[in-house]
């Protein structure tokens, strides 16, 4: 059997750096054990179903309790780490488990607000969150989330099982195992959906199947990383960047109790529609049209009129496809008909998106309903395909400067480097033109582990960071001294840099607060484990030699 592209085979080693990853055991299948009524989730998964399991436990430190919180209680949470992944780096995680436990078709939108919160709660004291599903609604709950969740800065991933983790042959370790690794290593921050070696955007899937082990798809975007023997390979380009400066926000409510679904059919009834319409408070439906976005009658039919009247009387009425592939759009008279009606065409979304989506906007206080059908109609979460202008870049050797000669990211990086440290704002900016570039840029470090985001945290020119902040570069990666940008900063007094990345979400990871706490008392403390940057596939391992020379190197 070939080896895993995730644990080195060499036996437990110490000397690697640690992530840690916060997993929220909600049930499903993934801890499901038979029981006389059927399969019945079982609680105490770190203990039953991983401690074992010398892929999630390489016993070098089993006693190791770190802190998280709970409904605003702090607890110590009992933790495993994994064996060193081929990244380097041993994962460092523990459980908090839903109570009770549940088979997913029973989720709910109390259960996403948990689940929500539970992020939020813990949000600064781990890289990232592993969210463990059944598989029933894990698109619904993956889509809500994803509308839940604002300025995200650090990854989100939804897996689960198609088999219970107790059963001889399961998918769920590697599932479990991949999205363990990937929540650990690289900084995608988005609501990610992991299943059968692919990281899916959450608010893109759809259960395509009931028993395979490829369940899940994203018919109408590409997955944004796969795993394979040689590694995760992830498509950069894809993965949604800030784009403002911003702090994660939770929303905490969904308003799904004013929400319905309908699914067209040849021979539908007006009265059918007209009585899901009519249901008391209804404020938003969904309508699972024929192909392009047709319904029977649509041309002079009685159905477009009970739709006409619904929305007179407020009724956000989504147009999406029962193809799982495509787009909805007003090309035939029978889809220009209702849109003549009002209804909004929710181009390629999910039923799964489109719903959670229109509950999140009705629950946003204060929005009106022309707001509401603007925000159905364009991209929030990157859960649909926005029309794209077509972007055009320079002919080799076509504009004047160094940067045109630059060929590769390395060497680009470089440059960056250079003309943050040197304030100079028009150079970074050419550098970091065009899309296809900078996404690579902005994942880059140097020797020392620090990202374009680290040099201009302590840099001249604190209208570099701002840009750097708004192309998306995320505030979240510590370089080799195990230190954030933020903590350099700080360190440097520049205080506009403290303000803007604070407004960006960044916070001090928990070695640095300790570090400062005791620097503050007249001691000296250095960090213990790092979090590199997330191209750790072009950075490679860091050996000895390298590590303790970055060790006394805070820039
Ligand atoms: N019924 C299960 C659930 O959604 C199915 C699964 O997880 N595979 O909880």
């Not at 994203?218 to 992830?234: I, Q, R």
């Not at 159905?303 to 009724?315: C, N, P």
Request: aromatic share 6%.
């Amino acid at each position: 059997m070939a080896p895993s592209p995730f644990i080195e085979m060499d036996g437990p080693q110490t000397h690697f750096p640690e992530s840690r990853v916060l997993i929220i055991m909600t049930g499903g299948t993934i801890c499901m054990q038979p029981s006389p009524d059927g399969l019945i989730p079982m609680t105490g998964f770190l203990d039953n179903a991983m401690a074992h399991r010398p892929s999630f436990n390489d016993k070098s430190a089993p006693s190791v309790k770190i802190t998280a919180c709970k409904n605003g209680v702090k607890l110590s949470l009992d933790t495993l780490r994994t064996p060193p992944s081929a990244y380097s780096r041993h994962i460092r995680y523990g459980i908090l488990e839903f109570n009770p436990l549940l088979d997913s078709s029973s989720i709910s939108s109390i259960g996403w607000t948990e689940i929500a919160l539970t992020i939020k709660e813990n949000y600064q004291l781990f890289d990232g969150f592993v969210v463990l599903h059944g598989t029933d609604s894990l698109a619904y709950t993956a889509s809500a989330l994803s509308f839940m969740m604002s300025d995200l800065g650090k990854p989100v991933i939804l897996t689960g099982s198609q088999a219970s983790i107790f059963a001889l042959q399961s998918d769920a370790v590697d599932n479990l195992l991949g999205s363990l690794i990937i929540a650990g290593t690289f900084v995608i921050p988005e609501v990610c959906l992991f299943f059968h070696h692919t990281l899916f955007r959450g608010n893109r899937t759809t259960k395509v199947s009931a028993s395979s082990f490829e369940a899940f798809a994203s018919p109408n975007c590409d997955p944004l990383a796969k795993v394979t023997s040689l590694g995760v390979d992830v498509n950069w380009a894809l993965v949604k960047r800030p784009t403002k400066i911003a702090e994660f926000q939770v929303t905490k409510y969904l308003d799904t109790a004013h929400v319905a679904c309908l699914r067209i059919f040849p021979g539908i009834k007006p009265e059918m529609l007209d009585s899901v319409l009519r249901v008391p408070n209804l404020r938003g439906l969904i309508l699972e049209t024929f192909g392009m976005g047709n319904a029977p009658g649509g041309v002079d039919g009685s159905l477009t009129k009970v739709i006409k009247e619904a929305v007179d009387r407020g009724i956000v009425i989504v147009n999406v496809s029962q193809c799982t592939n495509g787009v909805v759009s007003p090309l035939y008279a029978s889809g220009t008909a209702l849109t003549r009606a009002g209804v909004v065409f929710g181009h390629d979304l999910t039923t799964e998106a489109a719903l959670t989506k229109l509950s999140y906007l009705l629950a946003l206080p204060n929005l009106k309903y022309p707001e509401i059908t603007g925000q159905m109609a364009r991209s929030l979460r990157g859960e649909m395909t926005e029309r794209t202008l077509p972007s055009f870049s320079h002919p080799a050797g076509s504009i004047d400067s160094a940067v045109a000669r630059l060929t590769t990211a390395e060497s680009a990086f470089t440059a960056l480097g250079y003309a943050i440290s040197t304030g100079d704002i028009r150079t970074v900016g050419e550098i970091l033109e065009g899309d296809e570039f900078s996404h690579q840029l902005l994942k880059k470090c140097d020797y020392a582990g620090n990202t374009a985001v680290h040099l201009a945290a302590v840099g001249p020119q604190s209208d570099i960071l701002r840009d750097l902040l708004m192309r998306g570069a995320s505030v979240h990666v510590r370089n080799f001294a195990n230190n954030t940008p933020l903590y350099l900063a700080e360190k440097m007094g520049n205080d506009v840099c403290v303000r803007l990345l604070k407004e960006a979400g960044a916070h001090l990871w928990e070695a640095e607060s300790s570090a400062k706490t005791s620097e503050m008392e007249g001691s000296v403390s250095t960090g213990n484990g790092f979090k590199e940057a997330d191209e750790a596939e072009t950075n490679g391992a860091v050996g000895d030699e390298e590590k303790s020379a970055v060790a006394n190197n805070n820039l």
